[in-house]
């Protein structure tokens, strides 16, 4: 992956929202089915520079399945797995995806990465998408990661979820101390 962290601050232009007129989603934040075992939630909320909710957000989520596999172009799906999750957040900024953990992939020059979620936010104010990722606490390959070490020691934590007792938490800050590492899309 050839991705830069982020450096400019986020655009404060008002540009929308209008993610319910065109990106709503019958799946919505269901990356696989309720009863597939091993699911889990990724639950976060997104907020602003001021540390307040973004009640209008769009999260969008795409990953491998647990064997490092992708839906292939012919819309082939490996065993009941979508590998994409659309939530929107709501008047508190929350939101939710059920998955489970993916398996690890190549980058294009045939490194390893961890394990993790490609998240996608867009929300007001914002003139594109944000890219940033969801690694796991305790994934052993996060200290190999290609991706994961090119971002400065002091902000590694932002892309890292936390354990919660339905599975992880993953807060968004678009602005401030805390400010999650965003990609170059």
């Given at each position: 992956?050839?991705?830069?962290?982020?450096?400019?601050r986020?655009?404060?232009?008002?540009v929308?929202?209008y993610?319910?007129?065109g990106?709503?989603?019958?799946?919505?934040?269901?990356v696989?089915?309720?009863?597939?075992?091993?699911?889990?939630w990724i639950?976060?909320?997104?907020?602003?520079?001021?540390n307040?909710p973004?009640?209008d957000?769009?999260?969008?989520?795409?990953?491998a399945?647990p064997e490092?596999?992708f839906?292939?172009?012919?819309g082939?799906v490996p065993?009941?797995f979508?590998?994409?999750?659309r939530c929107p957040t709501?008047?508190?900024?929350q939101?939710?995806?059920?998955?489970v953990?993916?398996g690890r992939v190549?980058?294009?020059?045939g490194v390893?990465q961890?394990?993790?979620?490609?998240?996608?936010?867009?929300?007001?104010?914002?003139?594109k998408?944000l890219i940033?990722?969801?690694?796991?606490?305790?994934?052993p390959?996060?200290?190999?990661d290609p991706?994961?070490?090119?971002?400065?020691?002091?902000?590694?934590?932002t892309l890292?979820?936390?354990?919660?007792d339905?599975?992880?938490?993953?807060?968004?800050?678009l602005?401030?101390d805390?400010?999650?590492?965003?990609?170059?899309?």
């Open positions: 992956m050839d991705r830069d962290i982020r450096q400019s986020t655009p404060s232009q008002t929308g929202p993610f319910g007129i990106l709503s989603w019958v799946d919505g934040p269901l696989v089915a309720a009863a597939t075992a091993g699911a889990f639950r976060g909320r997104v907020t602003d520079g001021a307040e973004v009640p957000a769009l999260i969008e989520t795409w990953q399945d490092g596999g839906v292939d172009d012919a082939a065993a009941g979508r590998g994409f999750g709501d008047r508190d900024g939101f939710a995806i059920l998955t953990r993916p190549t980058d294009p020059d390893l961890a394990p993790h979620v490609d998240v996608a936010v867009f929300a007001r104010g914002l003139l998408q940033t990722r969801i690694y796991f606490p305790e994934s390959s996060n200290d190999s991706v994961l070490t090119s971002i400065p020691d002091h902000r590694r934590h890292v979820a936390t354990k919660a339905d599975g992880y938490r993953f807060d968004i800050h602005q401030g805390d400010e999650t590492a965003f990609f170059e899309p």
